[in-house]
């Protein structure tokens, strides 16, 4: 068993411990609410701007879906793969790197694939065994559309230039603090829409309903990135909310089991002490 000095130690240090994952605990709490306000405020356009595109898109002949329609063979893809910049967050980056090496050796296999990235953890991991075409993780400095839309068009501008056949996000889908859902979403071609076409038929076009989803798609494209990696920041914040509230209570009972052992310990010394004792004195009466 450790000596008295060695366990008071422990316990200290595990203090200690416990007061910084406190804290970052309440960090994340903290940015988690503005965080899930920004995806909760967004989805709604997002979702109607999908419903609009998919509106006009329904009305319109094959030949009306522009270029970022255009299904080629896919031999090469491109996968875009949201991470984060930090650690502490349970298996929120690892979830994002184990489904990208999935589709590597799986979905894809055999076939060219490449990478972009976005988040430190998951460039760091990923490059050691892939191509990574780009790195953009500086974009959680200053997360905002337009330096999303910079990203989204240089996407845009790799598929229209036929540098490669297809181009997935993957990323963390934000349910609530506890919980996040690993995504893998097609980008580029842009996914056939179905609808009904007489739900268009009850609007006049101005100018026409070819140029207006020309100009809808790019939007909805950068729309669909800032939303992607919008929920994948939420997902982080609310996933490093979680775990750190998990370490906070796993060093509390190794504090308080610590604490147990220190106090048997310290009784087992005491008794040791006492039978010395009255062994010294029954020594010293015989």
Same mark, same amino acid.
């Given at each position: 068993?450790?000596?008295?000095?060695?366990?008071?130690?422990?316990?200290?240090?595990?203090?200690?411990?416990?007061?910084?994952?406190?804290?970052?605990?309440?960090?994340?709490?903290?940015?988690?609410?503005?965080?899930?306000?920004?995806?909760?405020?967004?989805?709604?356009?997002?979702?109607?701007?999908?419903?609009?595109?998919?509106?006009?898109?329904?009305?319109?002949?094959?030949?009306?879906?522009?270029?970022?329609?255009?299904?080629?063979?896919?031999?090469?893809?491109?996968?875009?793969?949201?991470?984060?910049?930090?650690?502490?967050?349970?298996?929120?980056?690892?979830?994002?790197?184990?489904?990208?090496?999935?589709?590597?050796?799986?979905?894809?296999?055999?076939?060219?694939?490449?990478?972009?990235?976005?988040?430190?953890?998951?460039?760091?991991?990923?490059?050691?065994?892939?191509?990574?075409?780009?790195?953009?993780?500086?974009?959680?400095?200053?997360?905002?559309?337009?330096?999303?839309?910079?990203?989204?068009?240089?996407?845009?501008?790799?598929?229209? *230039?036929?540098?490669?056949?297809?181009?997935? #996000?993957? @990323? /963390? +889908?934000?349910?609530? &603090? !506890?919980?996040?859902?690993?995504?893998?979403?097609?980008?580029?071609?842009?996914?056939?829409?179905?609808?009904?076409?007489?739900?268009?038929?009850?609007?006049?076009?101005?100018?026409?309903?070819?140029?207006?989803?020309?100009?809808?798609?790019?939007?909805?494209?950068?729309?669909?990135?800032?939303?992607?990696?919008?929920?994948?920041?939420?997902?982080?914040?609310?996933?490093?909310?979680?775990?750190?509230?998990?370490?906070?209570?796993?060093? *509390?009972?190794?504090?308080?089991?610590?604490? #147990?052992? @220190? /106090? +048997?310990?310290?009784? &087992? !010394?005491?008794?040791?002490?006492?039978?010395?004792?009255?062994?010294?004195?029954?020594?010293?009466?015989?």
């Amino acid at each position: 068993m450790a000596n008295l000095k060695e366990i008071r130690n422990r316990i200290s240090s595990i203090g200690s411990t416990m007061q910084i994952t406190s804290a970052m605990k309440m960090v994340s709490a903290a940015k988690l609410k503005k965080a899930q306000d920004a995806i909760t405020a967004m989805r709604p356009y997002s979702d109607k701007l999908t419903e609009l595109l998919q509106s006009l898109s329904a009305s319109l002949d094959g030949d009306g879906g522009s270029q970022f329609a255009d299904n080629r063979p896919v031999n090469k893809v491109l996968v875009v793969a949201i991470t984060s910049n930090r650690g502490l967050c349970g298996a929120f980056n690892s979830n994002i790197i184990k489904q990208s090496n999935n589709l590597v050796s799986g979905k894809y296999a055999g076939k060219q694939v490449d990478f972009v990235t976005i988040g430190k953890k998951g460039n760091d991991i990923l490059r050691k065994k892939n191509t990574i075409v780009a790195n953009h993780s500086s974009i959680y400095d200053n997360l905002t559309f337009d330096n999303v839309a910079e990203i989204a068009e240089f996407l845009m501008d790799q598929f229209t *230039k036929g540098n490669y056949d297809k181009i997935e #996000l993957v @990323y /963390n +889908k934000f349910k609530n &603090a !506890a919980t996040q859902l690993v995504m893998t979403e097609q980008f580029l071609p842009i996914v056939s829409m179905e609808g009904d076409a007489s739900k268009a038929a009850d609007y006049i076009f101005e100018p026409s309903k070819v140029e207006i989803v020309k100009e809808l798609i790019p939007k909805s494209l950068k729309t669909q990135l800032y939303k992607a990696i919008r929920d994948s920041f939420a997902s982080e914040h609310g996933a490093r909310m979680t775990a750190m509230h998990k370490a906070t209570d796993n060093a *509390k009972d190794l504090r308080n089991q610590l604490k #147990l052992t @220190y /106090n +048997k310990a310290r009784q &087992a !010394a005491i008794t040791n002490e006492i039978l010395e004792i009255v062994g010294g004195a029954e020594a010293l009466n015989n």
